[in-house]
Nanobody, 120 residues
Framework: QVHLVESGGGLVQAGGSLRLSCAAS????????MGWYRQAPGKQRELVAT???????NYADSMKGRFTISRDNAKNTVDLQMNSLKPEDSAVYYC??????????????WGQGTLVTVSS
């Protein structure tokens, strides 16, 4: 099992910055993928950014250049630095992880979500 706990959401004015953090715990050595997704009211959950333990990055186009993902493999944490925030970035942000298992299986986990609200 993998348990993810996010922190760092809140209210910020447009143009401001926030940093989200996520800590993973459970019975594993190292998570293959850690990252962030978000879901705005009335919309589907969408990718923000993911980072593999080998360093491969994947960002949503709308967030490139504004958001930066980083992780500490030793501590099993992943952070998301969000700059130049826009009102359309307002959403619940979810931490995500993927753990590869034997026989091509995998285990995905989600955090409980942290609310980010950007005021105009």
């Amino acid at each position: 099992q993998v348990h993810l706990v996010e922190s760092g959401g809140g209210l910020v004015q447009a143009g401001g910055s926030l940093r989200l953090s996520c800590a993973a715990s459970g019975s594993f050595f190292r998570l293959n993928v850690m990252g962030w997704y978000r879901q705005a009211p009335g919309k589907q959950r969408e990718l923000v950014a993911t980072l593999t333990n080998g360093g491969s990055l994947n960002y949503a186009d709308s967030m490139k250049g504004r958001f930066t993902i980083s992780r500490d493999n030793a501590k099993n944490t992943v952070d998301l630095q969000m700059n130049s925030l826009k009102p359309e970035d307002s959403a619940v942000y979810y931490c995500y992880s993927k753990l590869d298992l034997p026989a091509y299986r995998y285990l995905e986990a989600w955090g409980q979500g942290t609310l980010v609200t950007v005021s105009s």
